[in-house]
């Protein structure tokens, strides 16, 4: 399936997120290549927060 433009964008910006955490926190970096290691699957996400940024949390 072809990405459009946005979803592209979207997505880079995802991985340039995770690269830079997994960067800073060695013990999220281990179990990260753990999980993908017992099958090599693409990990896929349920949710993204906003707390990660430090923003107040959005009471929606």
């Given at each position: 399936?072809?990405?459009?433009g ?9 991985e ?21 290691s ?21 009471y929606?």
């Amino acid at each position: 399936m072809k990405q459009g433009g946005s979803e592209t964008f979207l997505r880079n910006v995802f991985e340039n997120i995770l690269k830079t955490y997994l960067r800073k926190n060695p013990t999220a970096k281990t179990i990260w290549e753990l999980v993908q290691s017992v099958d090599n699957e693409k990990i896929c996400y349920d949710h993204f927060t906003f707390q990660t940024f430090k923003v107040c949390t959005l009471y929606l």
